[in-house]
């Protein structure tokens, strides 16, 4: 079965630092990932996805993330945090047995600091 | 606008009644999901359409639950004897037919349970 963990439920950076997120995900078969982002009382809006090709993924708002099979990992990184950037962030995994359904992880809150 | 929409997004209702939620995907999406989701967790699977069929329900779907997509379009999502613990968002989704697809998700419909 898949699955996906994210390490940290919440990440705190200063504006205009890193951002970090990480992401590990269980899965037999190539999978299909997936990051959303989630404003308080809103739906999902997704940042990037890997289907197949470039393990080096651009995304909106200047987000990227980076598939490394080997490490069965999907982290989200930014070079340099804004205050709008404040949400909370879901990584994802799919893959062609799935009927394209996602399987989520628990989130991690990101707050940043003036 | 011509995203994913759900209606009511809000409602607060007695336990015991019942409720019904209704999702107009994006209108050349052939596939439909819904989910649900509890404060500080991600989207939990419920069940998914192709057209008007549907493929799979989650384990989570008790009895009390039933969703519907007469003629492939629309989709209703109606719980039954509501109890305290179906208080959650409900959020859906719809996609083109390709399990790497974006899936596109609507604002959500809060349920309370009181």
């Known amino acids: 079965a898949q699955s996906v963990t994210q390490l940290g439920s919440h990440v705190s950076v200063s504006e205009g630092a890193l951002v970090l997120l990480r992401c590990n995900y269980s899965?037999?078969?190539?999978?299909?990932l997936f990051w959303y982002v989630q404003y308080p009382n809103q739906g999902l809006q997704l940042l990037l996805k890997y289907t197949t090709g470039a393990t080096l993924v651009k995304g909106i708002n200047g987000f990227e993330a980076e598939f490394k099979k080997s490490e069965t990992s999907f982290h989200l990184t930014k070079p340099s945090a804004h205050m709008s950037d404040a949400a909370e962030y879901f990584c994802a995994v799919s893959d062609y047995n799935q009927g394209g359904k996602l399987i989520f992880g628990q989130g991690t809150e990101l707050s940043v600091k003036p | 606008d011509t995203g994913v929409s759900q209606d009511p997004r809000h409602k607060i209702t007695k336990r015991g009644q019942n409720v019904t939620f209704r999702c107009d995907p994006i209108s050349e999406h052939n596939r439909l999901y819904w989910y649900r989701q509890t404060l500080g967790q991600g989207p939990e699977f419920l069940t998914y359409f192709q057209n008007e069929a549907q493929l799979e329900k989650s384990r989570l779907l008790s009895d009390r639950f039933s969703a519907e997509r007469p003629k492939g379009s629309f989709s209703t999502l109606e719980i039954q004897r509501t109890e305290q613990g179906d208080s959650a968002m409900y959020l859906c989704?719809?996609?083109?037919?390709?399990?790497?697809?974006?899936?596109?998700f609507g604002e959500g419909s809060w349920l309370t349970v009181v």
């Open positions: 989704a719809s996609s083109l037919d390709w399990a790497g697809n974006t899936i596109y």
């Open positions: 899965s037999s078969v190539p999978p299909y």
